[in-house]
Each structure stands twice: as structure tokens, then as C-alpha cells.
């Protein structure tokens, strides 16, 4: 039964963002990002596919072209294709976020 | 700024499952179910397209094929283009699902 539980499955390293695939077909990924806090996600572009972060515990800066938020559990931000983007986990506790994009690249 | 709370978009509906659209572009989808105790989304099948269900809060039974799982908050299933599919709220309490479907049917 392809049934996961998050919290189970997030990974946590000191030495960087760590990032723990879930599920996957050519047409999408999830995965699960565990933060430390000040760990991040450097800014970055996706072309031709979209994203979701999900923030599922502790805080995170999401930035989204010229724009960012501080947001915290429950918050769910949509990267459209093309558009920088970045997280960070400004602390103090650790982050983990659901992540998916579709189509997978 | 494309960030949403899901726990502030979710709706309820003592007729039916409610549905509520977070995102989406040709490329995916986001929903969230707002399920009443006793309330389901019939047995039914996306050839094509895959999708996901997480469990934001309260309880589901979640089928995927032949298989169920009786599931809480933080359980995340991948319903594979073709399986037949169904949730359900078992209660007491109300139920929140987070919903990705790619691509867009």
C-alpha cells in the first residue's frame, strides 16, 4: 500500500538541507525536506514545471520572485514554472516541508 | 504572493464532501476535502494522471485497488494513474486532506 507518514520519513543532516523522496512517476515527485535551522534552499528556477511547498512543522522564509513570507505550519505556497524561488529555515527549531513539482524534470 | 493556510481554506458541507482549489495550472492541481464524519469521495478512477491525498487532520480510509488503510494526520498515499480510488471519514471528527493531482484532468 504506497502510504507514508511524513514526520517517519523527513531526514535531518547537519551538514545541509536534506531531502527524502516520497513518491514519483514521470509526471510528478514529493518529497519531504528537512531544515536545520539557518539551512536553505538556494534560490533557484524551475522552467516548465510547477512547485509546492508545504510547510508541515516549525517556520520558513519562502521567497518567490521579488517577494518572501514568514510562514508556519499549515502554510502552502505555489512556485509557478519560471519563477525564482528559494526556503529557509530561520529557526529556532527545525522545518520540514512537503515539496511537490509536477512535471517531474 | 501565492501562499495560502490550509487549515483557513478548508470548507465543510453537511450535504457533501467539500472541495475547495488552492493552485493549479495545466501541469497540476491543489485541493483540500473538507469531509463531515461519515462522509466520502466514491470509488473512482484518472486514467493518465497521478494523485496524492495527505491527511492534514482528523481520520481517513484511504483504497487504493484492493488495499485500504485506515490513516491520521501526517499519512500521505500515492494513487498511481489507473488505480481505482476512495476516502472516506470514519469521525468522529472532522476531516482535512490535502489533494494533488498531476497533470490536470
Given amino acids: 500500500m504506497p502510504i507514508k507518514t511524513i514526520a517517519a520519513e523527513a531526514r ?19 518529497d519531504v525536506y528537512g531544515l536545520e535551522p539557518g539551512q536553505s534552499q538556494k534560490p533557484h528556477t524551475h522552467e516548465g514545471a510547477d512547485k509546492i511547498y508545504c510547510v508541515v512543522s516549525g517556520t520558513a522564509r519562502v521567497r518567490i520572485g521579488e517577494e518572501d513570507a514568514l510562514v508556519g505550519e499549515g502554510a502552502i505556497a ?6 525564482e524561488h528559494s526556503v529557509e529555515n530561520p529557526g529556532p ?10 512535471p517531474r524534470p
Fill in 12 to 30: 535531518f543532516s547537519s551538514e545541509k538541507m536534506a531531502k527524502t523522496n516520497l513518491f514519483g512517476t514521470e509526471r510528478f515527485f514529493c
Fill in 78 to 83: 505555489h512556485v509557478p514554472a519560471g519563477a
Fill in 93 to 102: 527549531g527545525r522545518a520540514t516541508l512537503l515539496v511537490f513539482m509536477a
